[in-house]
């Protein structure tokens, strides 16, 4: 009786967030590449809600890995993708790196969640731990990055991809450089006068 509830627990899962994923991906805008002088209109986490929105372009390498933004807050990203045969290794499993592409966009939104106006960051290092094989069989999962530590110049952030049922795929670390992006309207602002 217990394993039936657990089923139908999932089950529901699935189609909870197979809903929520067609609802973001209503509202999302074409992809592209947005402006820099776009990260000078709000915080990180303004700059990633509008994303969601539609009210920028949507990230290309998300279109083509086929994942989308489901929550973001204060210090926490999870982005959600359905694995397809398309992202196969040669074994017959999801690629590493499909894997890694979507902790790797988890951990350095969830720091960018957390910067202010006009700062940007790149990735310093990533470190991933494969737990278990990902297959097109899994249903949907989701990458689930959290800030451990923010300085001036420094993002730590932790995350781990996980199932519908809570079975865990990977888990992550990275360490991210924040810097100030000098947009082409501030620089020439600043040249006025």
Request: net charge neutral; aromatic share 6%.
């Amino acid at each position: 009786m217990k394993e039936h509830r657990v089923g139908e627990d999932v089950a529901r899962r699935i189609e909870e967030w197979q809903r929520v994923e067609r609802e973001v991906r209503a509202r999302l805008a074409p992809p592209g590449k947005i402006p820099p002088e776009e990260l000078g209109h709000g915080p990180g986490l303004e700059f990633l809600r509008r994303i969601g929105r539609g009210e920028l372009a949507s990230t290309p390498i998300a279109n083509v890995m086929h994942f989308v933004p489901v929550e973001a807050e204060p210090g926490r990203m999870i982005f959600q993708g359905t694995p397809s045969a398309e992202f196969y290794n040669p074994i017959g499993t999801i690629h590493g790196g499909y894997i890694a592409t979507l902790l790797d966009s988890a951990l350095g939104c969830a720091v960018h969640t957390m910067l202010q106006n006009g700062y940007g960051y790149t990735t310093l290092e990533l470190k991933v731990n494969f737990v278990r094989a990902l297959t097109d069989g899994v249903g949907p999962v989701r990458a689930e990055g959290k800030v451990i530590n923010l300085s001036r110049q420094i993002g730590i952030a932790e995350g781990r991809l996980f199932d519908a049922a809570g079975r865990l795929y990977a888990h992550a670390t990275t360490t991210c450089l924040i810097f100030p992006i000098r947009s082409s309207s501030a620089a020439a602002g600043a040249n006025i006068g």
